[in-house]
Every structure is written in C-alpha cells, then in structure tokens.
C-alpha cells in the first residue's frame, strides 16, 4: 500500500515538473517572439531615420543612388541587442519597372533578358494586367480565366496591393513571378495629378519613373528598344559619378531616346525595408521577419504603405 502510494506521488510529482516545464518554455518562447519583433521594428525604424536624414542634406536630397547611407546592397551587418540580433536589407522601388505601367515590349524585353520568352506570352500578359487592374470593371465582353480556378480567384478591377498578387495574373504563375520579381514593382501606384484650374478635362496620371541611378542593368536595357548602347554609357558613368539631375544625365549621356527621357529620374522615394530579429538559444530561437515599404513623397512625414510579418 505504500510502495503504490509513494508510486503515485512519484508520477504525480513527474507530471508536475514537466507541466511546469511545457509552460516555463512556452512563456520563455513568447517572451522571445515579442523581444524579436521589437528588435526587427527597430530595424525599420532605422532605416526610416536614416531617409529622413538623407532629405536633410544637401548633397544627396536632390537625387538618389547607391553610395548613400540608406543603401545596403548586402543585408546589414548583424547588430546584437541584448540577447538576440537584428539585420536587414533596403532597395528603392523606383529601381525596378512598375506593374501599373509597363508596356508590352518593356515585358518582352524582360522575357527575353531573363530567357523566359518560350514560355511567356508578354502580349497576353499585359492585357491581363490591364484588365486586372482596370477600376471600371469587366464590360461583360473581358474573359475571366480566374473564376474557373479552383479554388476561384477574385478580379479586383483595382492597383495591386500586395506584390504577390502579380503571381497570379494569367500567364505569370509563381515560378514566372519569382524570376521577374527583382524587376517589378507594385509602387507607387499611378495617382492622379491635380487638374488645370477652371478645366473641365479629367486630371492625367502621374507615370511612375525608373531611377538611373539605382537601376539594374536588365531593367536600364528594357526602358526602350534603342537604350542597349545608352545603358552601358549609363552604368559606367554612374559608377565614376552619380548622376544629380536629369539635366546632368542629358548632358553627359548622348542618344538618350526622347521617348526614354521622360521614364527617367535620379531620384527614389518609395522604399522596402526588409528586417529580421532573432532572440532565443540556437535550436529554440524566436525569428520574426518584417517587410515595410515607405514612402517618403511627402518630404515632411514618412508614411508606411505596406507592412507584413513573418
């Protein structure tokens, strides 16, 4: 009878210590996701000072390029807080072509540059875009592959919201997207420009502009079918010396097509910030990832227009 009793303490006592050991790791494990998201909001929040500071300055608030401070081609070097780290990367989006906007040779030249042409129907997509991203809806006469997905898919009749929604666009798919990605960008959405006063004519929309500066060179090549030649001039050029205005790319850049001129600026105002923040034993550890995208349009407040934890 006692052996049994002291039997069942003992399994008692057993389940006691493990109970309390599942809940001493479960709380140490939200105790670290919360440290780790913490350190990766400081992440972008250092990026974000870190354009703000760069409007301040003289030399650097006219055009935008990649011997700034915000510019980090690699992500950051790991900086550790306490028990954990934070690092991350930044790119501007005005490097990359804008979904909103591209033209039909512009994707054709992509396809090409990245040797995806066999599979991809650069026509076929842009009417897709187009029709995806159309605010007057279908007219009724617009096929609809989407709805037959399974599961069914929702035309928005509306911009992107999220980058990922370019995947799915008919005649993309996700391994398409992944490699287009690098030179694609759902911002800024195309806005409207304020009409001339006292006209009755609907206001025209602002283009969304490639930075010279920052541009790869597939997306330089792709801006217009005569820019191969001109693009090498450019990213030779801007190696030695950055360009500071579009007057100064006129000037020192020959043959610039007029029709590529006016897709063309040195500055960049939209931004995705890419922070990771890890706190925890190896093995155990609390990661949490977050993707920010700023703008900075408005030079007087930096405005957050796209967040997403992981």
């Known amino acids: 009878m006692v052996m049994t009793l002291i039997t069942m303490l003992s399994i008692i006592a057993i389940e006691i210590v493990e109970t309390a050991q599942s809940h001493y790791l479960l709380t140490t494990s939200l105790r670290d996701e919360v440290k780790a998201r913490a350190l990766a909001f400081s992440g972008v929040n250092l990026v974000g000072a870190l354009l703000k500071e760069d409007l301040r300055k003289e030399e650097t608030k006219?055009?935008?390029?990649?011997?700034?401070?915000?510019?980090?081609?690699?992500?950051?070097?790991?900086?550790?807080?306490?028990?954990?780290?934070?690092?991350?990367?930044?790119?501007?989006?005005?490097?990359?072509?804008?979904?909103?906007?591209?033209t039909r040779d512009?994707?054709?030249c992509l396809a090409r540059e990245l040797e995806i042409e066999q599979d991809f129907d650069a026509e076929s997509v842009h009417r897709r875009i187009t029709e995806w991203t159309d605010r007057t809806g279908s007219d009724g006469v617009q096929e609809d592959p989407y709805s037959a997905r399974r599961p069914p898919v929702l035309r928005p009749d509306a911009p992107f919201e999220a980058p990922g929604e370019v995947a799915l666009i008919e005649g993309i798919?996700?391994?398409?997207?992944?490699?287009?990605?690098?030179?694609?960008?759902?911002?800024?959405?195309?806005?409207?420009?304020?009409?001339?006063?006292?006209?009755?004519?609907?206001?025209?929309k602002r283009r969304p502009k490639i930075n010279v500066n920052t541009a790869p060179p597939i997306v330089l090549k792709c801006v217009d079918k005569d820019m191969p030649t001109v693009a090498e001039t450019i990213l030779g050029l801007r190696e030695e010396d950055p360009f500071r205005n579009v007057q100064d790319l006129q000037t020192r850049v020959q043959g610039i097509p007029a029709a590529a001129l006016g897709l063309l600026t040195?500055?960049?105002d939209i931004f995705t910030v890419r922070s990771a923040g890890q706190v925890g034993?190896?093995?155990?550890?609390?990661?949490?990832?977050?993707?920010?995208?700023?703008?900075?349009?408005?030079?007087?407040?930096?405005?957050?227009?796209?967040?997403r934890e992981e």
């Not at 996700?174 to 409207?192: A, D, F, G, N, V």
């Not at 977050?290 to 930096?302: C, G, M, P, S, W």
């Open 106 to 108: 512009q994707l054709a």
């Open 266 to 268: 040195v500055q960049s």
């Open 62 to 102: 006219t055009s935008d390029h990649l011997r700034e401070d915000w510019n980090v081609p690699e992500p950051f070097n790991t900086v550790a807080l306490g028990d954990g780290w934070v690092k991350g990367q930044v790119e501007d989006e005005e490097r990359r072509f804008n979904v909103h906007t591209i």
């Open 281 to 307: 034993p190896e093995g155990r550890a609390s990661t949490v990832i977050v993707t920010a995208v700023l703008d900075r349009r408005k030079q007087d407040e930096l405005r957050l227009i796209y967040w």
């Open 173 to 204: 798919g996700w391994q398409t997207y992944l490699k287009l990605r690098p030179y694609l960008t759902i911002w800024p959405q195309r806005e409207p420009t304020q009409p001339t006063e006292g006209s009755s004519d609907q206001p025209e």
